[in-house]
């Protein structure tokens, strides 16, 4: 690859506005195949200002090495994204959510919610998870035939589920959906100032935290929501939400949480302090939403191009849970994360200097030549063998690897069992609408035609 075509594909790889058409797989490819590592520019952009660059992490193997030797490659140091938290102040507080933590701080808080998420606890949940999928299927059956999939279905289950989780009135599920849509839908003007809330329809908890929400400012822009500042609403509700489960506890996350709950300044006896506690409640609200949001309609995607796929699944049911890796990985949701070189190594032959941003691609990753067969084919077979291939990365790896797969792999499961044994046939009905963002493949409009 020369220079320039180097330099023109990882132009396009970076540029969010590249993915409202689609992911550049060509491009993917091509560095991936060829140096495996490129060196990526971050010149400045609406709401982007220009940054140091980075080095991008295509291969499957390398991604793993990556993400598995956190001693290296650093969560903490500059937090996960690839743009730079705004200032010292905004960085250090960032630093207090689990995802942008290194061990032992990470190991502690994974420790204790590790038990709310094992596939023992995630089975407990299966007949209320498949509840909420046979409501919203019955919902969809009882109305038009044409149907945004992507908002009316996809996006409502992991809401309620979480809700239930987190103990929130279920009423409130869609404040989640705006937190969500403002902190990754940032670089898309839809998205950025997402207010699908009605506040008249929750809680007082969500009229208090609403009434702190955010205004755009002159050009339309929210502030930074990965500050405090910027998500001063859910800050609230997390406060008024962790009041109400300390005076009358449940068995929710939220309540174990409070009950070790440490407002000490340093987590003291493996407690929770008061700036975890709220950044735990952002992941929760924010990450345990949005993959699933996006992986399901990604899903949707997949057996409307695939059509002899839809087929197979109405026939045999049994393979929908093998479906749902191969859709995970064809899809993969979260294209990209960061991390940050702890210090000197060298990846792909390539030396990284202690400091440099270093950013893997789980969109290249997850179909690499080297790890699966036509990876740009859908095949829904492809997890039904034995042995399956190497695991896809569409839930991450290492020490960081996602604390809800198991329960995301059980909504997927759900959501598709009530819609291919519910229906005859689905097609689509125009046009989708793809999220301006290289981080999350999202989905913003899937209009499709249901048969009952």
């Not at 991936?32 to 940054?51: F, K, L, N, S, T």
């Not at 109405?314 to 979260?334: K, N």
């Not at 604390?403 to 059980?410: E, P």
Request: proline share 8%; glycine share 8%.
């Amino acid at each position: 690859m020369s220079a320039t075509d180097l330099a023109a594909a990882t132009s396009r790889v970076h540029d969010p506005a590249t993915y409202v058409g689609d992911v550049p797989y060509a491009e993917l490819a091509a560095l991936r195949d060829g140096p495996g590592i490129a060196w990526v520019e971050e010149p400045d952009m609406p709401g982007w200002p220009a940054g140091t660059g980075y080095w991008l992490v295509l291969r499957h193997a390398d991604v793993r090495t990556v993400l598995g030797d956190p001693a290296t490659f650093s969560s903490a140091l500059g937090g996960t994204q690839i743009r730079d938290p705004e200032g010292p102040a905004d960085l250090e507080y960032v630093r207090a959510m689990m995802l942008n933590m290194d061990p032992p701080e990470h190991t502690r808080l994974r420790r204790l919610l590790h038990a709310s998420f094992t596939p023992r606890a995630v089975r407990s949940l299966d007949e209320r998870v498949r509840d909420h999928a046979r409501t919203i299927i019955e919902r969809m059956l009882a109305g038009p035939d044409v149907v945004d999939f992507a908002k009316e279905v996809a996006a409502d289950l992991p809401l309620l589920v979480l809700a239930d989780l987190l103990g929130m009135p279920s009423e409130d599920r869609w404040l989640m959906f705006d937190w969500a849509s403002r902190v990754i839908g940032w670089q898309d003007p839809d998205y950025a100032v997402s207010a699908s809330f009605d506040a008249k329809s929750g809680s007082e908890m969500a009229r208090e935290a609403l009434a702190l929400r955010p205004t755009p400012d002159e050009e339309g822009r929210m502030p930074d929501p990965r500050s405090r500042a910027g998500m001063p609403d859910l800050y609230r509700y997390a406060h008024l939400l962790g009041e109400a489960k300390r005076s009358d506890p449940g068995e929710d996350i939220m309540s174990i949480l409070m009950s070790q709950r440490d407002d000490g300044p340093t987590g003291f006896g493996g407690g929770v302090s008061i700036e975890e506690f709220e950044n735990l409640f952002w992941l929760f609200a924010v990450a345990g939403n949005e993959t699933l949001r996006n992986g399901i309609p990604g899903g949707m995607v997949a057996l409307l191009q695939h059509p002899d796929a839809q087929r197979t699944l109405r026939a045999d049911p049994s393979q929908i849970p093998a479906a749902v890796e191969e859709m995970l990985r064809w899809w993969t949701p979260v294209m990209i994360f960061r991390r940050t070189a702890a210090a000197p190594t060298t990846i792909a032959g390539q030396t990284i200097a202690k400091g440099d941003k270093v950013v893997v691609s789980f969109a290249a990753a997850n179909r690499d030549p080297s790890v699966y067969d036509q990876p740009d084919v859908f095949d829904i077979a492809r997890y039904a063998v034995r042995p399956p291939p190497r695991a896809h990365l569409a839930f991450g790896h290492g020490p960081h690897v996602c604390l809800g797969a198991n329960l995301a792999r059980v909504q997927m499961g759900a959501i598709f069992t009530e819609l291919l044994t519910r229906t005859t046939w689905i097609e689509s009905a125009g046009d989708p609408a793809w999220l301006r963002s290289n981080f999350q493949r999202g989905v913003k409009r899937l209009p499709v035609r249901v048969t009952p």
